[in-house]
């Protein structure tokens, strides 16, 4: 089966940076767009940044500009540097990936487990 996992989340002060990694494994053959989303308690899960096989990124207005999404497609992981961390920025962080993948390929949309980001002031 198809794993997602996410690592690099923990607590920082405001100001502060965290880098965010998610390595895919499995039967894959090929990975599309990847993505992070997030997640804060009493909150709807929001797209915070997404990025095509080719490098094509897209980013939340509210992250523009301190996050910066990236990939590495030989290792098959999705990176999110987090810079100027707020403390609105606090919540679970998701990663995603649209992939071709199983004995007999099909193509979908897998999801980690999630990590914790919490940023005090």
């Known amino acids: 089966q198809v794993q997602l996992v996410e690592s690099g989340g923990g607590l920082v002060q405001a100001g502060g940076s965290l880098r965010l990694s998610c390595a895919a494994s499995?039967?894959?053959?090929?990975?599309?767009?990847m993505g992070w989303h997030r997640q804060a308690p009493g909150k709807q899960r929001e797209l915070v940044a997404t990025?095509?096989?080719?490098?094509?990124?897209s980013y939340a207005d509210s992250v523009k500009g301190r996050f910066t999404i990236s990939r590495d497609n030989a290792k098959n992981t999705v990176y999110l540097q987090m810079n100027n961390l707020k403390p609105e920025d606090t919540a679970v962080y998701y990663c995603n990936a649209n992939l071709v993948a199983g004995i007999i390929p099909i193509e979908y949309n897998h999801w980690g487990q999630g990590t914790q980001v919490t940023v005090s002031s």
């Open positions: 499995g039967r894959i053959f090929s990975i599309n767009n």
């Open positions: 990025i095509s096989r080719g490098g094509s990124t």
